[in-house]
């Protein structure tokens, strides 16, 4: 049969009962504009987020690469430069290598050991750039303190109480932190007592300049890892690879450790994968609503069969074979479905855009949305619609008639 003569007939079969299958269609509209929404939206921030971690257009990314010792407490007490000027130099004139630099740390809390009455113990130690916190006596750590590099330091008066019966005979008292010696300026009061139920798992806490850390504890010298800038037109990771080896082979430290980087086009893959996962499983759970649909359409499907049985009759007896009867009918539910998948897609993308509109990034409308949600609908319809079509198809000529 001439397959214009099929869409014809498909055609005129849903606008016969216009109203019944648009109610019948309606499931499909709702289910694909859930579908649509939430794919276009979860695109969207999956787009947003990977493009946070990236830098903007005319950047050019970079890779770090960290060494790590097989000795932590000699990596902790060492001033030996970890990466020497023979290393950067070496892999500054790398294939794809724009530039090459030691980064260093970036301080807010550090460990420190201390002497207290006779015993060694370790304190955690806050280093401040501007005010300190308020104390209860003596004065707090303030700019002047940083700028100057003073040897000043804020303590917590149960660090300190069984060598001083009282905050203000503290003040002016020098304590050891990390093989320096700071003077005791001021004695803040805890929010926590130290007499607590978890005291005895609780570190003191102790304030002290940032610029005087960096210079008299010689750890602004000491960079762990290096930041290599890349050329365009090279991957980051390979460029990292060949430079790992490099260090691994030759490396100042090579001897004292091992070097690991981190690639962020891996970190951009996988979470990709992960934020794509989770948008399909969402609009896999509001597709749920495509099978309700899919069972008014089988039902749909049925109502018609049967009140076309005269006509399946008459169209076999005319020469029609059991396939084209069941093509018909399959042909119908696929076309309603699609119409349907259409409108939904629509409506998604009119939600989508209302939602951009509360949200701080764009619905992501692309290509695969589309074909996702019409390939869906079309699919709802032929799984759906065979069963009634395979029935009419199997419809005895002289039984009917």
Request: charged share 20%.
């Amino acid at each position: 049969m001439n397959p214009i003569v099929f869409f014809k007939g498909a055609w005129n079969a849903l606008l016969k009962n216009k109203k019944r299958s648009f109610l019948t269609m309606i499931g499909i509209v709702i289910g694909i504009a859930a579908v649509s929404t939430i794919m276009s939206i979860g695109r969207g921030f999956e787009n947003y987020v990977l493009e946070s971690l990236n830098p903007d257009e005319g950047e050019l990314l970079t890779v770090n690469i960290q060494f790590q010792s097989d000795d932590p407490e000699w990596m902790f007490e060492t001033n030996e430069p970890l990466f020497s000027e023979m290393d950067l130099q070496t892999i500054r004139y790398m294939p794809g290598v724009n530039n090459v630099e030691v980064v260093g740390n970036d301080y807010e809390f550090v460990s420190l050991d201390t002497m207290i009455d006779g015993e060694e113990s370790y304190v955690d130690a806050t280093l401040t750039e501007e005010q300190g916190r308020p104390v209860l006596a003596g004065r707090a750590l303030d700019e002047i303190d940083n700028h100057r590099e003073n040897r000043v330091t804020v303590v917590p008066y149960s660090l300190v109480q069984d060598v001083y019966e009282s905050e203000d005979e503290a003040i002016g008292k020098g304590i050891s932190l990390g093989n320096q010696l700071y003077t005791i300026v001021g004695i803040y009061e805890e929010d926590i007592d130290a007499s607590g139920l978890f005291s005895e798992f609780m570190s003191e806490e102790v304030e002290i300049p940032l610029n005087s850390y960096k210079r008299y504890n010689d750890q602004d010298s000491i960079g762990n890892q290096i930041s290599i800038t890349v050329d365009r037109g090279y991957l980051p990771s390979e460029v990292a690879d060949e430079s790992t080896a490099f260090l691994e082979e030759n490396g100042t430290m090579r001897n004292m450790g091992t070097y690991e980087y981190f690639d962020m086009s891996a970190l951009d893959d996988g979470l990709s994968k992960v934020l794509r996962g989770i948008t399909l499983f969402i609009a896999s759970v509001a597709g749920i609503s495509l099978f309700i649909a899919g069972i008014g359409v089988m039902n749909m499907m049925y109502i018609s069969v049967s009140e076309r049985t005269k006509e399946i009759g008459i169209r076999r007896a005319l020469g029609a074979s059991q396939k084209n009867i069941r093509a018909q009918f399959v042909l119908e539910g696929v076309m309603m479905t699609s119409i349907g998948g259409v409108l939904g897609y629509l409506f998604g993308w009119l939600f989508s855009a209302i939602a951009t509109m509360f949200l701080p990034f764009t619905a992501g409308i692309d290509l695969f949305t589309i074909i996702t949600c019409i390939s869906v609908s079309a699919l709802v319809g032929l799984v759906f619609s065979y069963a009634p079509a395979n029935a009419a198809s199997k419809k005895e000529i002289i039984e009917i008639l």
